[in-house]
């Protein structure tokens, strides 16, 4: 007896389905979080069109990811949960699949290589997952033979429609989901891989923010792009270099207090050596503190505390994660951050 396929349900009963199944799935104490692109574009961050490019550029996906583009463009991933080496999700189709693709691990000597590759290339973790670094590191991190991504015989695709290809349509959506995740969450690639994103921060300056090793060395930031970063002011106090550096002029930073106007002759977009600040105003020490006070905090909390991005803030949660000064408890949009001592 041959399988006969099921007859086509249109999006919207798709649609009016998958919401009735995701929230029966609520009620059982499932946290759902769907995928939800907006306009043509499935990513539109460095790291999520990097994931997307990366998938794209494999012959072995080549005839089934653009049904997969469709299914996640309009909406059928209605739920994706990403966990170390693993993703999870529901797929609305003809029916509710379920979708699981398992990601090996990266080894530990391939680890141990990219990191050494990209030392002191990247200068903090805020500059790590806003992919905001030269050009080299991003090119050697995404490198298709021994990068930070997966090939396909790393990845193992799981699905309960009943197409026998190796990667059906569903399983498609899904990996273009992670690409779309990766846009607002980049820390996930890591989790994914099952590698520390600080590792690769072992040759950079002491602190969030990099250090400067004298004129006409080291990373360079906008003044107006540090300043977005952490709700901050700048003034950009710009001097004559030395000669012999092509009369192209080196600039100071000086952090202000909100309430203080910048001076109107520092240019908007002036190119700045970002300096080590004291503890007092180092924003992973004032998250920090406010963690210490509340004993218990969730991202949007600090979010509204500090007015900083939820990328931000999320990142700067992780690392005092690592550094040993909070647990984590919970998952997805549950995740509460407890101090330690």
């Not at 190796?166 to 899904?174: I, P």
């Not at 890591?190 to 006409?216: C, E, I, M, S, Y």
């Not at 105003?281 to 991005?309: F, H, I, M, N, Y």
Request: charged share 20%; aromatic share 6%.
């Amino acid at each position: 007896m041959f399988y006969e396929w099921a007859p086509y349900v249109p999006v919207a009963e798709r649609r009016k389905n998958a919401a009735a199944a995701m929230a029966r799935l609520a009620k059982k104490g499932h946290p759902v979080s769907p995928v939800v692109i907006t306009g043509r574009a499935i990513a539109t961050t460095v790291w999520g069109k990097a994931w997307c490019t990366h998938l794209e550029a494999y012959s072995d996906y080549a005839n089934r990811l653009p049904r997969g583009r469709t299914y996640a463009r309009n909406g059928s991933v209605v739920d994706l949960q990403v966990a170390p080496g693993r993703i999870a999700a529901h797929i609305s189709g003809s029916s509710m699949y379920r979708v699981t693709i398992t990601i090996a691990p990266l080894k530990k000597t391939a680890w141990a290589q990219l990191c050494t590759a990209c030392a002191g290339g990247i200068d903090s973790l805020v500059e790590l997952l806003q992919g905001h670094f030269a050009a080299a590191v991003m090119e050697r991190l995404c490198h298709q033979d021994d990068g930070l991504f997966p090939s396909p015989k790393q990845i193992r695709v799981e699905c309960s429609c009943p197409d026998g290809s190796y990667l059906c349509k569903h399983a498609a959506a899904v990996l273009y989901g992670v690409g779309a995740r990766l846009d607002h969450q980049p820390e996930l690639l890591f989790t994914l891989r099952q590698t520390n994103p600080t590792d690769l921060l072992a040759q950079a300056g002491v602190g969030l923010l990099a250090k400067t090793t004298g004129p006409g060395s080291g990373r360079t930031l906008a003044v107006a792009e540090v300043g977005a970063l952490f709700g901050l002011e700048m003034e950009a106090d710009v001097s004559t270099p030395p000669a012999g550096q092509g009369g192209q002029k080196r600039s100071g930073l000086v952090m202000k207090v909100a309430a203080k106007t910048v001076k109107p002759s520092a240019p908007a977009a002036a190119s700045v050596s970002v300096t080590r600040q004291k503890p007092a105003q180092d924003p992973s020490a004032r998250l920090l503190r406010l963690l210490q006070r509340s004993q218990v905090l969730t991202c949007a909390e600090a979010q509204v505390a500090l007015g900083w991005k939820a990328v931000i803030v999320r990142a700067l949660l992780r690392q005092l994660v690592v550094n040993g000064h909070a647990t984590m408890r919970g998952k997805t949009r549950g995740t509460t951050y407890h101090a330690v001592g």
